[in-house]
T-cell receptor, first 112, second 111 residues
Framework: EAGVAQSPRYKIIEKRQSVAFWCNPI?????LYWYQQILGQGPKLLIQ????????DSQLPKDRFSAERLKGVDSTLKIQPAKLEDSAVYLC??????????FGSGTRLTVV | DQQVKQNSPSLSVQEGRISILNCDYT??????FLWYKKYPAEGPTFLIS?????DKNEDGRFTVFLNKSAKHLSLHIVPSQPGDSAVYFC??????????FGTGTSLTVIP
């Protein structure tokens, strides 16, 4: 089966600019997650969708981050405006159930 | 608050020997645990899991041990191979809620 697709793979932006990431989960996977992984740390959950509804966004910095899941399939994560500390790898994952999900390759964001 | 901890940031092991990666957690409600492997420039890939009703799960060269009283789990790789060189994350979940990840251990298997 095809994996979780993410784009772009890399992005460099200046602080205060906007950026958007895209994720296409595995077909049929109802649950979709966005994680932020800062260098040297484990992935941190930003937001969890069940179909097109938000299950958990308690760790999403809502003043600058937003996410949506269109028709319960693809998802976009946006940062506006970006800060230097947003430099990280943004990972998308999907799961057909609560356990054992599949990660995409991630988008490496560098804010300069 | 780091609920899942991997206290060894790196580990080097000779090819053919056993690699032991350790993970500690603080939340006694965690009932499901995963190990992920991550190569550079790739997303984490699922390796092996264990639920709290078991104390051991084995899959080929990989075995995960769970000690609930000590809130400790470990991943054993036997024998270690150079292709196992990667960063290994443990993760824990309570009742199917979000997973909490450790900070990872970078394993280097020396040929």
């Amino acid at each position: 089966e095809a994996g979780v697709a993410q784009s772009p793979r890399y992005k460099i932006i200046e602080k205060r600019q906007s950026v958007a990431f895209w994720c296409n989960p595995i077909s049929g996977h109802a649950t979709l997650y966005w994680y932020q992984q800062i260098l040297g740390q484990g992935p941190k959950l930003l937001i969890q969708f069940q179909n097109n509804g938000v299950v958990d966004d308690s760790q999403l910095p809502k003043d600058r981050f937003s996410a949506e899941r269109l028709k319960g399939v693809d998802s976009t994560l946006k940062i506006q405006p970006a800060k230097l500390e947003d430099s990280a790898v943004y990972l998308c994952a999907s799961s057909p159930r609560a356990y054992g999900y599949t990660f995409g390759s991630g988008t490496r964001l560098t804010v300069v | 608050d780091q609920q899942v901890k991997q206290n060894s940031p790196s580990l080097s092991v000779q090819e053919g020997r056993i690699s032991i990666l350790n993970c500690d957690y603080t939340n006694s409600m965690f009932d499901y645990f995963l190990w992920y492997k991550k190569y550079p420039a790739e997303g984490p890939t699922f390796l092996i899991s264990i639920s709290s009703i078991k104390d051991k799960n084995e899959d080929g060269r990989f075995t995960v041990f769970l000690n609930k009283s000590a809130k400790h789990l470990s991943l054993h790789i036997v024998p270690s191979q150079p292709g196992d060189s990667a960063v290994y994350f443990c993760a824990a979940s309570a009742y199917g809620n979000q997973f909490y990840f450790g900070t990872g251990t970078s394993l280097t298997v020396i040929p």
